[in-house]
Every structure is written in structure tokens, then in C-alpha cells.
């Protein structure tokens, strides 16, 4: 079993030397840190049992200001390790930190009494006291980073901590990392971090980043920079992602088995309150961070999400709003837009009420008709506001679209998805479509609309040639008989003698024969160009 531990405490009190005296691994990676001495950003290091296992180790920031990075890195633990200064004693993100980790569900650990060698054995053994009272039930254990006292002893009371765990069914489930890190490695691509919340990664597999909808394939797996056949469950994984830019990759992302989970702008959670919920908090899920409306209905509440994110039930969230305030535990990862006391007791219950898409046993995508109604709610208020040159909006990126769109009986064309038999229309604009036809000829006109030059293109009003020129249809059809004429009078014509023919410029002579290329009239051959057979029969 593959579990992984968290370090929590206050800012100075040695979380990261204590990481790196018990893993030989600084955890520090950025200038920054090392500069100021402090942590900012996540860390990561295998930490050795005195059996032989393996732990990973994920070291918080200790600072106030960054309490949402510690969020992420606590979450998908299994235990943690709260470091206490032994002069300073437990201090406000000590609390704080303690309360994050009791609503995410961690509630087993051991408390490191740090810099035990800097103080006196009296202030020592209060220091050890008080952590007792702070988190009873847990271990106590004094150390030292700098003299290396009381390591082992802390190394073992992990192990008999590990002994007690017992794989959960959370992990068990279908795969879900969420992403804490993106980078970039010469010859190797796009690499993700994080830890692997349920499942298995292995090289090869095929899965999907949500909320972003990319289709990815895995090249290569490492668990703390050893390749790796298969990654666990509880393990700290990186993947590498080939073909996919950095850029359409962030913190929060998670990776996932496709299929396997909804992607949701809206979570039915039950509360857990420290403080009073503002009707507006920042909600903490996975490695992720969104602002959220919260709908309360008694001991309930309906998050509804600025961003949206990949839940399932029994998942907790963390509300902060300046401070942590409370979190909750999800009870519906993809609820309808409600505030149904009825609806929430059932599913605390234990119901299963279907609502977004989900595949059953059989693989085939089950919904409710709610939510179909809610998603043709939604692409026909987007339809009304599509512009008339294209009226279609942007198809939905999930793994169901293809199967939902059809039934609710709208066309797929590319990428966008069009209301039955909808064609590009003008509406207002045809006075400007009336004025641009009024100015076109012969000599090629700059058309800054190429969405307004295709339309008309395809209303035989204008002729497009160049990049983004266009000529009236008659001088393009006139211009069109005079080549077919002097290649069949001649077997082929150059692009001097085509000018010649029409009296006009080189350039718009090289625009009117590239697009006869194009069009399947004539074939260049050196610097001249012959009809192809098509365009001889064509013309008669």
C-alpha cells in the first residue's frame, strides 16, 4: 500500500529541515526559497521506513499568505506530520493548518517538537505536553534536525502510524490524479505532478485533463524520479504527456480515466462550520481553488462554482474567505441547480439520483432528462446569440457530446455544433455586403471580414482570391474565358502574356491564375500553365 504524508505546522518551525534530515532531499526547489529562507510553493521527497517501505512526503508553506498552497498539498493525503517549534509552541497557522486537515478528512499523524537541542528540558517537556492536548490521541515525538536526535524515533512512530492505515475505497477507484506542477524537460516534453488520488497510471494508457478536454496519451511514469511500470494509488507520480503544449496545462487540472468522472460548475456538499459560510467563499478542491456561490439549506449547501471541477462523492472541499471558515463533504459531484432540502437528506442518505452523464455498467452514458433539458437550455441561448455569418457555438469537449448532440437533434459540423438545416445569413449586414459588392471589379479589393467574404463567396457575390482579396463574380468568369481561350488557341499561357490579356497588374494577375490553380482550371507547369482536362470539357 502506498501512502503519503503531509507536513503542517507555522512558518519557522522547521518543517522543511526536518524533511530534509529525514530524506536527505531539499524540498526548496525555487531561488526564491532558498533566498528567504521560507517556503512558498509545494515539495516533494520519498521518505524510508526503518522495514524497508517507502513513503512520499509532500512540505507545505507555513506562511499565512500561502494557506492555499498548503490546501492543495494536504490534499490526497493520508497522514500528516505537524512540526511545533519547541520555544514558540502551537501558533496560529499551527491551528489553522490542523483545522484544514480535520475538514479534509486527515486525521491520523505524529507531531514532530522541532529545534528540541535549542531549548531546556523544562521548556521541552511543556512543549511536548501542550501537543498532546493540541492533537490528542497522536504520537508526540522530539527532534532535532541540526544533531539528529530523536529521528529514528520519529521514522518509527510513522511506520506503527503506516501499520494502522488500511488501503480506503477511495483509492481503489477509477484513476484521478490532480495536478500541483507542469513543466517542460528537453527531450522528454509536458510533465505533470501530483498525487495519485484513486486508480493507475502506466505507460500507454490513453486518459483525458479535465476541465480543458485534451486527450492524452501517457509515454513515460516516475514515482520520485525511478521510471516506473505501474503507478499506485497514494503514490507521488510524474507523467509525461507528449504532444501537449505547457501552456493548456495548470495546477488544478486533474487527470483522469475518461468517462469516469463528471466535470461540474456545481457540488452538492454537507457542512462542516468552524465560522460563519459568507454567502460567497473561496472553495478548495483537489489542487484547485475557484470562488463560489454558497446556497445554504440548513446543515447543506449547493456551491455554485466560477470554475468548474472533477468531484465524486465523499470528496471534502475547504471554504475559506480571508481565513478557513469550514468545508464540507460531497454528497453529489454533479448536481441540478437546486435548493431542495428533500433532494439533499436522500443522497446524504446514501441515494443515487442521476443527473449528469456517468456510463453504467454496460459503458453506455446515462443522464437525466433534467439535465438534457438543462443542456438544450443552454446551446439555444448560445444559438441565439451565434453570428448570423456562422451561426454555430463551440460543441461540447465531453466524451458523451457526440452520443447526447444527436439526440437532441443538432448537426455536427467541424467543431461547432448548428441548430438542423442553419445557414449563414446576413441580417444587418446586407447593406454592407451591398456597398462591398458595389466596389469590386476586376482589380482585387481587401476584404477585412473573412467570415463576411466566405458568406458571400458561397452567395456567388464575389469571388475570393489572395489572401483575403476578392473580385466581382463577372470579372472573375470574364478573366476565366480569355485563359481557357488562349490555351486553346496556344496549348499554354504565361503570366505576362495573362496580364497582357487583361490589361492589369502582375499581381492581380498572379492572384486570378493561383486561384484557376486552385480551382482545378489550369496546371502550372515551369512558368507556364495548361488546362486540365476538366477545365477544357468545362468550357464547351
Known sequence: MSLTIGTAGHIDHGKTWLVRALTGKDTDRLPEERERGISIDLGYAP????????????????????VRTMVAGATGIDLFLLVVDAAEGARAQ?????????????????????????????????AVEEAREVVPGSEVVAVSAKTGAGLEELRAALARLADTLQQSVAKSGSTR???????????????????????????????????PGLDVRVRSVQVHDHPVE????????????????????????ALIETGAYPTSY????ELEELAAIPERA???????????????VGRFAQLRLAAP???????????????????????????????????FKRVARGEQILHAPVRDDTGAWTYSEAWLAELRAELETELDHADPLDPGVPAPA????????????????????????????????????????????????????KQLARVLEEQRRLVRVGDGFAVSPAEYARAREMLIQECEDAGAITLARFRDLLDTSRKTAQMLVERFDADGVTLRKGDERVLRRAAVRSSK
Request: charged letters at 30%; aromatic letters at 4%.
Open 47 to 66: 521518505l524510508e521506513l526503518p522495514d524497508g517501505r517507502q513513503l512520499s512526503v509532500i512540505d507545505v508553506p507555513g506562511h499565512e499568505r500561502f
Open 94 to 126: 499551527t491551528h489553522e493548518h490542523l483545522a484544514i486537515l480535520r475538514l479534509l478528512g486527515v486525521d491520523r499523524g505524529v507531531v514532530a517538537i522541532t529545534k528540541a537541542d535549542a531549548v531546556d528540558a523544562e521548556t521541552l517537556a511543556l
Open 177 to 211: 490524479l490532480f495536478v500541483d506542477r507542469v513543466f517542460t524537460l528537453h527531450g522528454i516534453g509536458t510533465v505533470v505532478t501530483g498525487t495519485l488520488w484513486s486508480g493507475r497510471i502506466a505507460p500507454g494508457d490513453r486518459l483525458r485533463v479535465e476541465p
Open 230 to 253: 505501474i503507478a499506485e494509488a497514494g503514490q507521488r507520480v510524474a507523467v509525461s504527456l507528449p504532444g501537449v503544449e505547457r501552456s493548456r496545462l495548470r495546477r488544478g487540472d
Open 266 to 269: 456545481r457540488l452538492d456538499v
Open 282 to 296: 473561496l472553495v478548495h478542491h483537489g489542487t484547485s481553488s475557484t470562488l463560489a456561490r454558497v446556497v445554504r
Open 309 to 343: 471541477v472533477v468531484a465524486a462523492r465523499d470528496d471534502r472541499v475547504v471554504l475559506r474567505a480571508g481565513t478557513t471558515l469550514g468545508g464540507g463533504r460531497v454528497l453529489d459531484p454533479a448536481p441540478p441547480r437546486h435548493a431542495n432540502p428533500d433532494r
Open 398 to 449: 465531453e466524451p458523451w457530446a457526440s452520443e447526447v448532440l444527436a439526440r437532441l437533434g443538432y448537426e455536427r459540423r467541424g467543431a461547432n455544433v448548428y441548430r438542423p438545416g442553419s445557414a449563414p445569413t446576413l441580417g444587418a449586414r446586407e447593406l454592407e455586403a451591398k456597398e462591398l459588392e458595389s466596389r469590386l471589379g476586376l482589380e482585387p479589393l481587401k476584404v477585412g471580414d
